[in-house]
């Protein structure tokens, strides 16, 4: 969506009465120009180079890696009707995005590592500014206990036949 905060006032109605996440949506890029700029002062064309271009490389890759090794490879805590997977690499490069399966069966949750070892940054960034106040309203899955991992199917419509079984259709 970049810059169309007309889109995204459907999806995030309170983002978009905030002048700076507005800002920010409408001018993403400065940030990366004045951050090249400063790099470049400083150390020359190596700064630049790792400070911003390798940095967002890495950071895209990243990223995507979300919607694409954690829909192939890793393990599944719930029978989702899709094939999203929980990947371990994937979490820690992406600071906690890559408990991809949870984050499927409970789209909401603000928390998509369930258990002490999912390592979630993210989480425990949003936990931290609910702590200072900065942050309310926080929707957090609660589970009495983890159900056992289902079976994992590399096939769509055998995912969806467990998805219906459990109940997450
Ligand atoms: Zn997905």
Redesign the pocket.
Known sequence: MHHDTTTLARYVPDLTKDKVHVWLTKYHYTSNIILGVVLYAIGGLPWLLWGVFARVVVGLHSTWM??SV??VWGSRRFATK?L?TNNFLVAVLTFGEGW?NN??AHPVSARHGLTWYEIDTNWYCIWALKKLGLARHVYKVELDHLPPKPPLVRDVQAAAVLAAAAGHD
Do not use: A, G, L, P
């Open positions: 979300v919607n954690t829909h899709d999203s991809h984050h499927h």
